[in-house]
């Protein structure tokens, strides 16, 4: 197990990703339903934010919801549903105590309305925070994403608000859900599951990949020193040889 000290506080990244996998499996195993799970895997969530805040992450995003998930048993949505408001209900004044600014990416708007309201009540309450921003994807698919950007991008170029020469890489950015947040170096999946199930496709271009058996709710500030310590033993080339990033050439 890799501790705090064993890490450059120097070269941690601004903005990690999760996407938290393995409650289901970690439930089942329990001899526990599925619910059950999701729950202890909250514990695991104020672990992350935690250790993130130590560490001096300024960005964490969590996948916590895919447009995807909506196709799972009604009653499983219905509980997800359920502990996201019962959580984030719960959890705000902490939050904020703590200096944690909320915000979300997604499709929003695709949430039951008292999700919504919730939801936006703790960013506003939060918004002025500075310590660390939380980043909850809920209803979040990158290709809904995606496509909703160029949806909105043709919209103002048939208005007149931008030309076609001004359609570059950044400002494509903009018209993300994800617009204003830095792009991970650093994208954790746990559970053992090697792919990345239509999360920050576009925002992932260069971004460092750590896959870990470990099932969410097992998933403690160490798994994430851990992650972080393997991401610091890397070399980010960026297209790049190895030489260039050691000189001037
Ligand atoms: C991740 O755990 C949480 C959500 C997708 C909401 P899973 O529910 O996918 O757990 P497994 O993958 O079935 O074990
Ligand atoms: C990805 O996990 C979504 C979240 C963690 C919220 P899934 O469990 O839904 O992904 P797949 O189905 O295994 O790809
Ligand atoms: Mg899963």
Not at 164 to 192: K, N
Request: charged share 25%; hydrophobic share 40%; aromatic share 10%.
């Amino acid at each position: 197990m890799i501790d705090r000290t064993k890490i450059d506080l120097s070269k941690t990244p601004k903005h990690i990703a999760i996407i938290m996998d393995g409650n289901g499996r970690w439930a089942k195993k329990q001899g526990e339903m599925r619910l059950f799970g999701h729950n202890v895997g909250v514990e695991s969530v104020r672990e992350v934010l935690k250790g993130a805040k130590e560490l001096g992450i300024k960005y964490l995003t969590l996948y916590a919801f895919s447009t995807e998930n909506w196709n799972r048993p009604k009653e499983e949505v219905e509980g997800l549903m359920d502990l996201l408001v019962r959580t984030i209900a719960g959890e705000v004044q902490e939050l904020h105590d703590s200096g944690v600014r909320l915000q979300s990416i997604g499709d929003v708007e695709g949430l039951p309305v008292n999700c919504q309201s919730e939801l936006m009540a703790a960013i506003e309450h939060t918004k002025e925070n500075t310590e660390i921003t939380l980043v909850l994807a809920l209803n979040y698919s990158s290709k809904w994403e995606i496509v909703n950007a160029a949806k909105k991008i043709a919209a103002d170029f048939a208005a007149g608000k931008i030309a076609e020469q001004e359609i570059t890489s950044e400002l494509f950015d903009s018209y993300l859900t994800t617009a204003g947040i830095p792009d991970p170096e650093l994208l954790i999946r746990t559970s053992g599951e090697c792919r990345i199930s239509n999360f920050l496709l576009w925002q992932s271009a260069y971004t460092e990949f750590y896959f870990t058996e470990i099932l969410w709710p097992d998933f403690k500030k160490e798994h994430l020193y851990e992650a972080v310590y393997d991401y610091q033993n890397r070399e980010r080339r960026f297209g790049l040889v190895s030489e260039q990033l050691n000189s001037n050439i």
